[in-house]
């Protein structure tokens, strides 16, 4: 992308609605821009981290054995009637008539709709276990949006779905979800602490919520430094009984908050040295709830024997739209961003220090078409404006590796290569620059 044909609106003030970083560098670096309270639109940058993000979400649910589907944001107020949520959720939901008279609502989340489209099409246990999952933008009429993306009201989320044929076989798969989340947040550049958790008002009796570390961040959170190395972050478990282990390993010692959990066993097994007290933002959250919904909604399955049982389910969500604000919590200085290269907007940038020099422009539109054709996805900046304004804005843009041409260098054939993460520059040869960006 030629940054003078691409809608890169960067800002050089802190917006002073802007309370912690990620909002601050959200607005600065053009990707996202505010409509309403917590409603907001993502301009080509955001989108593009939010896309990348939302293909990780995919790609390891696809791996953890997920089917995708795609369910309407307008749901009526029916379904939510039978099961009993319609007045229990209170002013959170947003609802509203359509010219029938008849009351809609702007979904919160989808139990109700996923196990009304579960029991018209599936009735034997042999189907099962089933886990259905959906991409899709939430309503959520906050009391207090904030910190831009983080808090939205309206805000994207993945909500799986699992369904089976008993509580054993849903905890199962509740397992599965659980250990995929770690993988899933680990490729996004993350450790996420996993916390047993209060239900709200999705309900039910077994949940954790899925942590990673902000100064920002809503909760408290006391864990085990030694949880980022263990092998269920990155290493595929064959068998159940090895996820079955890991799960209690994982939920047993390395990590607790204050109000949900006694603190003695984390107390005697860390030692003092490992235990970190932080502040978490919440990025997942999965719930077993049984037959909660099942039952007054009629999702039932015969079993083995023939019988007719309330299907048992859970339900899993990540919030894809709070994660970009999330891991910029997590990624950035004083300058900007920091982009962790797997959701990068961009692989490598290119600053043409003179846009008015035949030599700088034939230089860096080469370099522009290899790097194009290395699959770098390159960003270059074209635009014709002064040296110090490109290089701040790159800062605060955050791309991995910036490689900058100017008439000085390229006398010689040389380009500077710059780490975005550790701040090194070195003087490349121009031939050999992309192939030091590949290598990394
Ligand atoms: N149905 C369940 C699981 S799919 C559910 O709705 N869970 S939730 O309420 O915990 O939301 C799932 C995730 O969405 C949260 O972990 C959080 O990361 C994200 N989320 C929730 N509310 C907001 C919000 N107002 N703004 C941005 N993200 C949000």
Not at 28 to 38: C, D, E, L, S
Not at 104 to 125: A, C, H, W
Not at 412 to 433: F, I, S, W, Y
Request: aromatic residues 10%.
């Amino acid at each position: 992308m030629r940054w003078s044909r691409y809608f890169l609106p960067t800002m050089k003030d802190t917006p002073a609605e802007a309370q912690i970083a990620s909002h601050r560098y959200m607005l600065r670096a053009g990707m996202v821009r505010q409509n309403a309270a917590g409603i907001y639109t993502w301009l080509p940058m955001g989108l593009k981290v939010l896309s990348k993000i939302a293909d990780i979400v995919r790609d390891e649910q696809a791996r953890a054995g997920a089917n995708e589907v795609l369910m309407p944001t307008v749901q009526s107020a029916e379904l939510w009637q039978e099961s009993g949520r319609f007045d229990a959720y209170g002013p959170e939901m947003l609802r509203f008539e359509d010219r029938h008279g008849r009351t809609m609502l702007y979904g919160p989340t989808n139990e109700e709709m996923i196990t009304d489209i579960f029991k018209r099409d599936v009735q034997s246990y042999k189907n099962l276990p089933m886990n259905l999952y959906h991409i899709q933008w939430k309503f959520r009429d906050e009391v207090r949006p904030r910190f831009g993306v983080m808090r939205g009201r309206e805000f994207l989320m993945k909500d799986g779905y699992s369904f089976d044929v008993d509580k054993e076989a849903a905890e199962l798969a509740y397992k599965k979800v659980f250990i995929s989340y770690l993988r899933t947040f680990r490729r996004l550049g993350l450790t996420a602490i996993p916390m047993q958790a209060d239900t709200g008002p999705i309900g039910g009796d077994l949940s954790h919520e899925f942590l990673i570390q902000a100064e920002t961040g809503e909760s408290e959170v006391f864990f085990d430094s030694a949880i980022s190395g263990d092998r269920a972050f990155t290493e595929d478990l064959t068998s159940d009984a090895e996820l079955e282990a890991a799960f209690d390993r994982l939920t047993s010692a390395y990590a607790r908050t204050d109000e949900t959990h006694e603190s003695a066993l984390f107390d005697a097994q860390v030692p003092e040295d490992r235990k970190v007290v932080s502040r978490g933002v919440e990025v997942g959250h999965i719930f077993y709830f049984g037959t909660k919904y099942s039952e007054p909604l009629g999702a039932t399955v015969s079993n083995a024997d023939g019988q007719d049982v309330p299907v048992h389910m859970g339900s899993y969500g990540i919030g894809v739209s709070r994660l970009v604000g999330g891991i910029i919590e997590a990624n950035h200085d004083d300058d900007g961003i920091i982009w962790p290269s797997e959701i990068a907007p961009f692989g490598v940038g290119i600053i043409n220090l003179k846009t008015d020099d035949a030599a700088c422009n034939e230089a860096c539109d080469a370099l522009y078409a290899q790097a194009t054709a290395a699959g770098l996805d390159p960003l270059l900046d074209d635009r014709d404006m002064r040296p110090g304004g490109k290089f701040a804005d790159m800062e605060l843009i955050g791309l991995p590796w910036v490689i900058t041409i100017g008439p000085r260098g390229l006398k010689d054939g040389m380009a500077e290569l710059k780490n975005r993460r550790t701040g090194e520059k070195q003087d490349v040869a121009l031939a050999d620059v992309l192939a030091s960006v590949s290598a990394g």
